[in-house]
């Protein structure tokens, strides 16, 4: 970081396109030229600068608008360490390959392990002139080319065969600028596009011809002196930069690497030492992009300046600032880091991605992006528990609620772009981290009220303070900071303020309360109150949750938000079912590496699951579906969120996607493998039997329910229930006592419906019949899963 902000120092920011220096102007790192007429771009290398390691980073700075393509403004693409070599008439691009070193070996052996895995050249520059120590090269095979990878992600996507049609392609002189340490360079490419697709047809001017502005910086890389890569800690909660280290020994792992982080260093060394709060030489410095309009630009400042304060924990003020971007400043300009303002078709990911040196692991540059979609989600949270005010409102605006949110997620965007992975358990422990995905707390208060009072943080929280402080105190030699991180690691877990990452909190792990979008100290608790917030929500649902005048097909995805409430609550609940809790635990810190969860915890938990998708907690009112119509002409399906078939709501199929959820999640293969390891190990454990039984008591063994309306429901939970069991008796990849409990349980399904008189309810004795044939099709090994009845899980965009 300090080297990047010295670029704000220096005396000149006057481009090189076709403008020579001034000769009291520091040198530019390397000059660039745009030869309009020959639609050229030209470097001028300085000898000085040949076989000298630099960055090459590359921006989008142009989007296609649509999530599904991948393509954003602001979105970063890859960064890629290179030298310009010589070779005769040409300059090349060498990239040597930094995931394989041996830091701690001889000279040999460095070569030995650089020489195991191949390095890259990116491109090839034909010298065109050498005068005054400058090289003269035609670069514009490299830049007027595809080198961020547009035409891949139009493949990917099925939008047609791309390609960069060079002679309606170009570079803008007035963003192609070179400066002391660092070189800008915008092209502007328009790609011929075979075979478009239905995105492309929709959302470009021209399907056969969309154009795409790739910012390309060549940067020169941080010196080596005054940042000391700090090595990573499972514990610590922070993306990496790792390698092969082949000058290990052999109790080693041949694996290594470095947390990310940015440059801080105390202008007082001394002061900072005796623990006075003091000011770093270089802060580290945000931009807000200048199409943020307001509210939400005093939002993004506020939520990005709660770094600030925890910055202080670390020993530094006024160490983090966001600000305005200057005027005149070019956005993609790689001194500054961008708070981008990103708007697409529908909704998708706000994302906190970095620069790094990939030989220590030290950030040099972000461009954070921030979605503007997110706050429609938002208020259709809102506006969908509106009619359940009461006379005195919600008590918070719908803009206080969604700013609440969009300052909570600028902090957790900017979290990454300091360095910190999610962690999926604050949510758990007091709302630690701004890192975990929060959904809002609301709670039913007095007389059946929703109380939005404490929907989201206000602050970050105590497991961003430890991580703060384990990347960014500032030691002055290493056996002071392998001292003082192991003081920081010994707090964390003296605290109990853990960190739980993405890859242990999906649908099929195994801590409850590592569960993305929940708020509450136990899944229990999370469920009993989302219930009930959702009971209250449902009971007093009308058309108040839209505006007067707006069409009434849009109470479609307010009414959705209401229906599903408690999703992801139940998700984390589920995992208490073969669920085992467990710590990131290094040998000697004391922590207890796994604990099954116990048995009652597990059997309480499976009954609250399935309470859940009972009939008539399935149901919808009957004055909500005839509240809501299709959509009209000239209305916008993609609003429409709820299924139908045809003109009216489908309550079944909505019904039916939450119990396949639910059922699902359940007897999701990992799991159900882990309830029968655990009773291996341990006979008061469920088992599968356990399970297996309990579920289709609350299913297929329950009375018939006794209105048509939950009848209907009822049957759509039986039939989740068959299909998931046919899943899984059929599934190779299974235990094997997992398959053969459940095709135990089939049998013994198939026995049970064949000794039952028929019903005079004729869809129940058709749903049976069909059951009975499709077991009698697995037994004998003809089953096809495509050829079930399925309901599809409904998505909702992320809070």
Same mark, same amino acid.
């Given at each position: 970081?300090?080297?990047?902000?010295?670029?704000?120092?220096?005396?000149?920011?006057?481009?090189?396109?076709?403008?020579?220096?001034?000769?009291?102007?520091?040198?530019?790192?390397?000059?660039?030229?745009?030869?309009?007429?020959?639609?050229?771009?030209?470097?001028?290398?300085?000898?000085?600068?040949?076989?000298?390691?630099?960055?090459?980073?590359?921006?989008?700075?142009?989007?296609?608008?649509?999530?599904?393509?991948?393509?954003?403004?602001?979105?970063?693409?890859?960064?890629?360490?290179?030298?310009?070599?010589?070779?005769?008439?040409?300059?090349?691009?060498?990239?040597?390959?930094?995931?394989?070193?041996?830091?701690?070996?001889?000279?040999?052996?460095?070569?030995?392990?650089?020489?195991?895995?191949?390095?890259?050249?990116?491109?090839?520059?034909?010298?065109?002139?050498?005068?005054?120590?400058?090289?003269?090269?035609?670069?514009?095979?490299?830049?007027?080319?595809?080198?961020?990878?547009?035409?891949?992600?139009?493949?990917?996507?099925?939008?047609?065969?791309?390609?960069?049609?060079?002679?309606?392609?170009?570079?803008?002189?007035?963003?192609? +600028?070179?400066?002391?340490?660092?070189?800008?360079?915008?092209?502007?490419?328009?790609?011929?596009?075979?075979?478009?697709?239905?995105?492309?047809?929709?959302?470009?001017?021209?399907?056969?011809?969309?154009?795409?502005?790739?910012?390309?910086?060549?940067?020169?890389?941080?010196?080596?002196?005054?940042?000391?890569?700090?090595?990573?800690?499972?514990?610590?909660?922070?993306?990496?930069?790792?390698?092969?280290?082949?000058?290990?020994?052999?109790?080693?792992?041949?694996?290594?690497?470095?947390?990310?982080?940015?440059?801080?260093?105390?202008?007082?060394?001394?002061?900072?030492?005796?623990?006075?709060?003091?000011?770093?030489?270089?802060?580290?410095?945000?931009?807000?992009?200048?199409?943020?309009?307001?509210?939400?630009?005093?939002?993004?400042?506020?939520?990005?300046?709660?770094?600030?304060?925890?910055?202080?924990?670390?020993?530094?003020?006024?160490?983090?600032?966001?600000?305005?971007?200057?005027?005149?400043?070019?956005?993609?300009?790689?001194?500054?880091?961008?708070?981008?303002?990103?708007?697409?078709?529908?909704?998708?990911?706000?994302?906190?991605?970095?620069?790094?040196?990939?030989?220590?692991?030290?950030?040099?540059?972000?461009?954070?992006?921030?979605?503007?979609?997110?706050?429609?989600?938002?208020?259709?949270?809102?506006?969908?528990?509106?009619?359940?005010?009461?006379?005195?409102?919600?008590?918070?605006?719908?803009?206080?609620?969604?700013?609440?949110?969009?300052?909570?997620?600028?902090?957790?965007?900017?979290?990454?772009?300091?360095?910190?992975?999610?962690?999926?358990?604050?949510?758990?422990?007091?709302?630690?981290?701004?890192?975990?995905?929060?959904?809002?707390?609301?709670?039913?208060?007095?007389?059946?009220?929703?109380?939005?009072?404490?929907?989201?943080?206000?602050?970050?929280?105590?497991?961003?303070?430890?991580?703060?402080?384990?990347?960014?105190?500032?030691?002055?030699?290493?056996?002071?900071?392998?001292?003082?991180?192991?003081?920081?690691?010994?707090?964390?877990?003296?605290?109990?303020?853990?960190?739980?990452?993405?890859?242990?909190?999906?649908?099929?792990?195994?801590?409850?309360?590592?569960?993305?979008?929940?708020?509450?100290?136990?899944?229990?608790?999370?469920?009993?109150?989302?219930?009930?917030?959702?009971?209250?929500?449902?009971?007093?649902?009308?058309?108040?949750?839209?505006?007067?005048?707006?069409?009434?097909?849009?109470?479609?995805?307010?009414?959705?938000?209401?229906?599903?409430?408690?999703?992801?609550?139940?998700?984390?609940?589920? +995992?208490?079912?073969?669920?085992?809790?467990?710590?990131?635990?290094?040998?000697?810190?004391?922590?207890?590496?796994?604990?099954?969860?116990?048995?009652?915890?597990?059997?309480?938990?499976?009954?609250?699951?399935?309470?859940?998708?009972?009939?008539?907690?399935?149901?919808?009112?009957?004055?909500?579906?005839?509240?809501?119509?299709?959509?009209?002409?000239?209305?916008?399906?993609?609003?429409?969120?709820?299924?139908?078939?045809?003109?009216?709501?489908?309550?079944?199929?909505?019904?039916?996607?939450?119990?396949?959820?639910?059922?699902?999640?359940?007897?999701?293969?990992?799991?159900?493998?882990?309830?029968?390891?655990?009773?291996?190990?341990?006979?008061?454990?469920?088992?599968?039997?356990?399970?297996?039984?309990?579920?289709?008591?609350?299913?297929?063994?329950?009375?018939?329910?006794?209105?048509?309306?939950?009848?209907?429901?009822?049957?759509?939970?039986?039939?989740?229930?068959?299909?998931?069991?046919?899943?899984?008796?059929?599934?190779?990849?299974?235990?094997?006592?997992?398959?053969?409990?459940?095709?135990?349980?089939?049998?013994?399904?198939?026995?049970?419906?064949?000794?039952?008189?028929?019903?005079?309810?004729?869809?129940?004795?058709?749903?049976?019949?069909?059951?009975?044939?499709?077991?009698?099709?697995?037994?004998?090994?003809?089953?096809?899963?495509? +050829?079930?009845?399925?309901?599809?899980?409904?998505?909702?965009?992320?809070?």
């Amino acid at each position: 970081m300090r080297t990047i902000l010295r670029f704000l120092r220096a005396a000149v920011l006057m481009p090189l396109a076709g403008v020579t220096l001034a000769a009291q102007s520091p040198a530019p790192l390397v000059g660039v030229r745009v030869d309009a007429d020959r639609n050229k771009l030209l470097l001028e290398i300085p000898q000085a600068q040949l076989n000298k390691d630099l960055l090459h980073q590359s921006v989008l700075a142009t989007g296609a608008g649509v999530n599904a393509l991948g393509l954003d403004r602001g979105q970063v693409g890859g960064e890629v360490v290179f030298r310009f070599e010589r070779r005769g008439r040409r300059v090349l691009m060498v990239a040597d390959n930094w995931t394989s070193r041996a830091p701690a070996a001889d000279a040999a052996g460095q070569r030995a392990a650089a020489e195991a895995f191949p390095r890259a050249v990116l491109a090839s520059f034909p010298i065109e002139s050498e005068a005054d120590g400058l090289l003269t090269v035609d670069a514009t095979g490299f830049f007027l080319t595809d080198t961020y990878g547009v035409g891949e992600s139009l493949r990917r996507a099925q939008q047609g065969s791309a390609r960069v049609d060079a002679a309606r392609s170009w570079f803008e002189s007035d963003r192609t +600028k070179a400066f002391p340490r660092n070189v800008e360079i915008h092209a502007v490419l328009t790609f011929s596009v075979d075979n478009a697709g239905p995105a492309l047809r929709r959302w470009a001017a021209d399907p056969s011809a969309p154009v795409f502005e790739i910012h390309h910086s060549i940067v020169a890389l941080p010196e080596a002196d005054g940042f000391r890569p700090r090595q990573a800690d499972p514990r610590s909660g922070y993306f990496g930069t790792g390698f092969l280290d082949f000058s290990q020994g052999l109790d080693g792992t041949y694996r290594a690497g470095f947390i990310n982080r940015w440059r801080l260093i105390p202008k007082d060394p001394a002061a900072y030492a005796r623990g006075v709060p003091t000011e770093p030489t270089n802060p580290i410095i945000y931009y807000l992009d200048p199409g943020i309009p307001e509210p939400y630009k005093s939002a993004f400042r506020e939520g990005g300046n709660w770094w600030n304060t925890v910055f202080e924990a670390a020993g530094f003020k006024n160490a983090f600032q966001v600000r305005d971007l200057p005027a005149g400043a070019d956005p993609m300009d790689a001194r500054y880091n961008l708070i981008y303002w990103v708007h697409r078709n529908g909704p998708g990911p706000s994302v906190g991605p970095s620069f790094s040196d990939p030989r220590t692991g030290e950030i040099v540059r972000t461009v954070v992006r921030m979605d503007s979609y997110r706050s429609l989600v938002d208020y259709n949270i809102w506006a969908g528990l509106v009619p359940a005010a009461g006379a005195r409102g919600l008590g918070v605006s719908a803009e206080a609620f969604a700013m609440a949110r969009r300052r909570q997620h600028t902090a957790h965007e900017i979290g990454h772009t300091l360095g910190l992975s999610h962690n999926f358990i604050a949510a758990s422990q007091g709302r630690s981290s701004v890192m975990d995905y929060p959904f809002p707390l609301v709670s039913v208060g007095a007389n059946n009220t929703i109380d939005l009072s404490q929907a989201y943080a206000p602050m970050a929280g105590a497991w961003d303070s430890l991580a703060i402080r384990y990347g960014y105190t500032w030691y002055p030699n290493a056996q002071a900071e392998r001292a003082g991180l192991d003081r920081i690691t010994q707090e964390m877990l003296r605290r109990d303020v853990r960190f739980i990452a993405d890859q242990h909190a999906g649908a099929d792990g195994s801590i409850p309360n590592a569960t993305r979008w929940v708020e509450g100290a136990s899944m229990t608790d999370a469920v009993n109150r989302t219930m009930a917030v959702r009971r209250v929500a449902m009971q007093a649902f009308d058309e108040r949750a839209i505006q007067p005048g707006e069409p009434m097909y849009l109470l479609s995805m307010r009414f959705l938000h209401v229906y599903l409430h408690h999703r992801y609550s139940l998700e984390g609940l589920i +995992k208490t079912v073969g669920g085992m809790d467990f710590r990131y635990a290094l040998r000697g810190d004391g922590q207890v590496p796994t604990t099954v969860i116990p048995a009652a915890e597990q059997r309480a938990a499976l009954t609250m699951v399935l309470d859940a998708v009972q009939p008539a907690q399935l149901e919808v009112p009957e004055r909500v579906l005839a509240l809501i119509p299709p959509v009209p002409p000239g209305g916008d399906a993609t609003y429409d969120w709820l299924p139908r078939a045809g003109s009216t709501v489908d309550q079944v199929e909505l019904g039916g996607g939450l119990a396949t959820e639910v059922i699902e999640g359940l007897m999701d293969r990992e799991r159900m493998n882990r309830v029968a390891l655990f009773f291996a190990r341990d006979r008061q454990q469920m088992n599968i039997h356990e399970l297996m039984e309990t579920i289709l008591n609350r299913s297929w063994y329950a009375p018939d329910a006794t209105t048509p309306s939950q009848q209907a429901l009822q049957r759509a939970l039986r039939r989740v229930v068959l299909n998931t069991m046919l899943d899984r008796a059929g599934d190779a990849r299974a235990d094997a006592d997992v398959r053969q409990v459940v095709a135990y349980h089939l049998d013994a399904l198939r026995q049970r419906l064949q000794g039952q008189s028929p019903t005079p309810a004729i869809a129940n004795q058709a749903l049976r019949e069909a059951a009975l044939r499709e077991i009698a099709v697995f037994f004998d090994g003809r089953d096809d899963p495509s +050829k079930r009845t399925r309901y599809p899980v409904i998505a909702l965009p992320w809070p």
